[in-house]
């Protein structure tokens, strides 16, 4: 069974452009979750969507934003882009709601490495 | 949720067990330990998650203190593979995120 997918891998943007990140859970899986590691740290925390509807959000700010489709894929979409914003952004999908009961676990994709120009 | 804390780097020899310590000294009743792993410029890897149970799989074995303030990861024959971050986390069983800290950087030598 395939994991969790992104794309693009690699992304390549310039200050005040707008990005669209894209993920696809593993398949049963309804919960997607988005994280951004920036260089050196570990990753944070950003959303969770689950039933297409936002569960959950982070410290982040209005500029980031999120939608889960039908087939619980989903996109992550950041505005106004700034140099700050280069990052890893990463993807995890777990069977339900995480949070819903203990042995749920989270599973990363790959994720998508942003530059900002 | 608890927060953690992990040794920032540690090196291993091949075939020998790794042991990552990782302090939780105020985990609470409902509180889980997750680890995962992260090889360079991947996404985490889902290790192993125990509540108070010692808990083994295919990949490492848990081993949690009585008290649960403490625990401890074992891959138990190390290869050059599993040179990685470790992350250990604790969450609440109601908790929707992981929260990440800085990890122990394991580096397994020839």
């Known amino acids: 069974d395939a994991g969790v997918t992104q794309s693009p891998t690699h992304l390549i943007k310039t200050r005040g452009q707008h990005v669209t990140l894209r993920c696809s859970p593993i398949s049963g899986h309804k919960s997607v979750s988005w994280y951004q590691q920036v260089l050196g740290q570990g990753p944070q925390f950003i959303f969770q969507y689950y039933e297409k509807e936002e569960r959950g959000r982070g410290n982040f700010p209005d500029r980031f934003s999120a939608r889960q489709f039908p087939n619980y894929s989903s996109e992550l979409n950041v505005n106004a882009l700034l140099l700050g914003d280069s990052a890893l952004y990463l993807c995890?999908?777990?069977?339900?709601?995480?949070?819903?009961?203990?042995?749920?676990?989270?599973?990363f994709g790959p994720g998508t490495r942003l530059t900002v120009l | 949720d608890a927060k953690t804390t992990q040794p920032p780097s540690m090196d291993c020899a091949e075939g020998r067990a790794a042991n990552l310590p990782c302090n939780h000294s105020t985990i609470s009743g409902n509180e889980y330990v997750y680890w995962y792993r992260q090889i360079h410029s991947q996404g985490p890897q889902y290790i192993i998650h125990g509540l108070k149970n010692n808990e083994t799989n295919e990949m490492a074995s848990l081993i949690i203190t009585e008290d649960r303030k403490s625990s401890t990861l074992i891959l138990p024959h190390a290869t050059l593979r599993d040179t990685a971050v470790y992350y250990c986390i604790v969450r609440t069983n109601a908790g929707n995120m992981l929260t990440f800290g800085g990890g122990t950087r394991l580096m397994v030598k020839p």
């Open positions: 995890a999908s777990s069977l339900a709601f995480f949070g819903s009961y203990s042995t749920d676990t989270q599973y």
